[in-house]
């Protein structure tokens, strides 16, 4: 790509990829047909289809119309397929689902970004407090129960986001009252406890950080609309601002976004919220801004690499904090090489300003470093050449294309794995 365009014009923002894999996983709680809409067009949702279909489901993917329509099995299969489960992280979401209706469960232990090492003990506590004996056999984590899991509270030491899905969907079938506290509450979550309520589950305080289940006998398929990605919109806004551009991001949900959106204002952008999604324009250089990434509402650590790529073009010093992954700034390495004045100490990252980025060949390791790269690379001078875009596909839809309709330069190279 060549940098030096504003982005200007509409981009429509699809469903998002964290919340509609676990309402794929979900699924699987009802026998029968649940059919589920605004599902984007990306890797992570084929391989999550594939990891279905492996347990007995039948699952039919419109991909221009967004639906997908899964067809669970009356009685599951009980072993995920290993090879999948190691492709994506969620994959471990079927953990709950199948040990609540078959009373056991095999998942290989999962793969997805290289961003951390992120265990799995709150996960396997959780479980273990409904009464689920869980072992490790052959690189798998292996869930089982004689009879149905038993209500009980569970405290979780960090609010982690595929625990509190994990114990929800293994709380609605379970026997009593689950209460999950210190849950997490991103937005993806609550669209979880949408879906299961409407299949019938009974959850209170759904929103908030502490869920109150009432386990009931069975659960329903439904049809369901899945919220839509705010990180996908937070990575269009940021573009925005580091390209000084105007841009409509059409079904964004603002109040999804509130500290991102801060965030962009302080920088010096504004932000308009209408009706149908929010718009983002930037006229001068931003200003720099400290961010700190925390659970949500807290900044979002999904953005990450794309606000220290704002930092890097931004008048000022910041400071930068990541709190909750351990290994989220191998991406720093490649911005440097786009000439980024910035170190890293710890879980910090000072970012100075540099007089211009220049372009060069970088690498993303993984799918937000890899949309933090195509953004440095729109204000970056001459060419940047981003390798193994493949890590993006497992998050944006259509990225090339709706960069290039909002007046980038930038393009695919033909079966490659460059942009
Ligand atoms: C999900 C998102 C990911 C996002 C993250 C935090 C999906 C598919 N992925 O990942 O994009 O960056 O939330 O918003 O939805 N941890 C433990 N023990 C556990 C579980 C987690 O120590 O049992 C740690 C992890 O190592 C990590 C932190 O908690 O450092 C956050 O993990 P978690 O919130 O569980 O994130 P994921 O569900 O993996």
Redesign the pocket.
Known sequence: MKGGSRLTGEVEIPGA??SV??LMAASLLAPGRTTLSAVPDILDVGVMANVLTALGASVRWDVAGGTLTIDAPEVPGAAADPGLVRR???SVAILGPLVARRGEARVALPG?DA??????????AGLRRLGAVIDVEDGALVARTSGRLQGASIWLD??????T?NLLMAGVLAKGTTVIDNA?R?P?IADLCHLLIEMGARIDGVGGSTLVIEGVDELRPVSHRTVPDR?VAGTYAIGTVMTQGDVLLRGARAEHLGIVLEKLTAAGATVDVGADGFRVSADDRPRSVDVVTL??PGF???LLPQVIALEAVSQGISLITEN???SRFVFCRELLRLGAQLRTDGHHVVVRESPRLVGAPVVASDVRAGAGLVLAGLVAEGTTEVHDVHHIDRGYAGFVENLRALGADIRRERGSAAA
């Open positions: 990829k964290n894999l676990k994506i992280r969620a997805g961003i951390g090492s992120r265990a799995l003990d709150l996960h396997i960090f609010p982690s986001v595929g625990a899905e997490a991103e993806e990180i659970p949500y979002p650590t999904d909750v992954f351990d």
